[in-house]
């Protein structure tokens, strides 16, 4: 075999090896790396600082701020948005033209640039102008301040996401629905099986590969919210709507301490990584299917 | 146990008439088979009867209660599918107590029928399996277990046989027949296939397009049929079918002129002696299928192709062979398929002159 014969493959493969390594594998390793110094970006050297940035992170009190509001915001937005999209799903499981048009129309915040929807949310919830609280006050309940309260911005945020996550969620519920064999629900139904019973026992457990999907896929979704807090609160009021992925942004890209935003990406690739494995490790054991 | 009628039965989707004014009776405790081509109501009508599918018009009784409006649990009908609609995600033992814990059966009640049950069927070693891990004629059974652990007054079955290969499926025909003997239940089953129909059921209803052609015993079926389509869908090969107008030298005395007249392969002679009286038709054989107890032959005569089918005999070697078909063995059917009865027939033969 020639030389050429045994390169020829790896000549085949390269420029997807190269380019997958320069912009994927190589950018993870250098902040590793850089995780390990203080750096501002700009000055010529770095100071080699070993895990100090990871010990500052752990003792500062807003970063633990920041985890606790990204686990907040990740617990309800996939909870909220798995279970209706479920309840959606279960519905709009049909023909006829009015559930195909609901369906495509839950489905279009989908196709919607993250920035549009930030900013048309915003204005839905300004607090003096916004529709949301004009429908509230027709309701005769008093206004509320969405985005500019502590209180209420983390969950104002999460309404967002669930709205735009609802439709592809559905139509990923919808589709697990359809294979499921009708002659399974007519045995079920001759079986004397109640309709609480056939969902708790038949179909729950025939969509668990389905649900699964989602709440990995939307939990490594939500950790990495950027775009909406970015556009609408950007991490605001008092640090209540900042999360990892815009807290890392803020410091790299607006304090510049390189370093510091590189240790909590070293965390946040940690937290996705355990995920990840979670749903590899589970999914080889296959929940229920056929 | 229990009968079941169906009154005037009809059903359509959107405006397509699948079945219109169907009458029938299903004795109680027999062995019922429908059978029909693909697409001629049978499944339909077996959904109606289980509570499935909503009759369009019409009432269907079972003992003396009229289940209209009876929701399918609760009209005593047990299932079984065509691809046997286990429930993936539970094992055996999941599959057939689903229904009894529905019934609110108690715990150690339910553990008991299980057990009965799975010595009857074979699973005892399977109960903790789930489906996907079974063969075949393993799922065919766990269906069957289901079904029948419920103790319903009606057993329905839908071509449950249809997804096993050959060997098993006759193994699995016999050990229904067997079933049916010991439960005595009334066994109403679906198949497109006449020689399933044949060997199980003690009453077989042959349906075309939406209607009943005829509700019968297998003999009787097979040896009166009541009109030309029973008479080409029972039996292999099918019927043999001459147009009148093709027979030349028959001569017939009859009320009604028959459009068609048709025997059975397997009555046909092949080369019989002159004493045996008959219509007799020459021909060529196309082809010879032998199949060790019995050949079949195809013939091309000037009444066009027919078949012949004969039982332990040598196989014929000759290629022109005269057929002789004994007169009392022809069937006659007037032009819309429907049978000729009391129809007399002799062969017109040259005057005999001075003996033959």
Redesign the interface.
Known sequence: MSVWEKLRPYSMVAPAIIVFSLFFIYPIFYMMYLSLFDWNFVSPDKAYVGIQNFKDLLTDSDFRQVLSNTTIYTLLTVTLTTSLALLLALWLNRKGVFHGFVQGAIFSPHIISLVSISLLWSWLMDPEYGLLNWVIGLAGFGKLAWLSHPSTSLVSLVIVAVWKGLGYNALVFIAGLQSI?P??Y?????????PW?TFR??IL??LSPSIFFLVIINMIGSFQVFETIAIMTQGGPVNSTNTLVYYIYENGFRFFKIGYASAAGVILLFIIGVLTIIYFKLLSKRV??? | MAKIELKQISKKFKDETIIENLNLTIKDGSFTVLVGPSGCGKSTTLRMVAGLEKQSGGEIWIDDKCVNDTPPGLRDVAMVFQNYALYPNMTVRGNIEFGLKNMGIAKQERERLIMDICGIVGLVPHLNKKPQSLSGGQRQRVALARAMVKQPKVFILDEPLSNLDAKLRNQMRTELIQLHKRLGTTFVYVTHDQVEAMSMGDEIVVMNKGVIQQADTPMKLYHDPANQFTAEFIGTPAMNMMDMRDMQGLEIRSATVPGYAGFRPEQALIGAGADSEGYEIEGEILTRESLGAENIYQIQSRNGVFFVKTFLAPLETMRHVKVTVPYDRLYYFGLNGERLRGVEASSKRPAAVGGR
């Open positions: 064999p002659d399974i007519e045995a079920a139904s001759l079986d004397r099986s109640k019973t026992k038949l457990p025939l229920h299917y056929r």
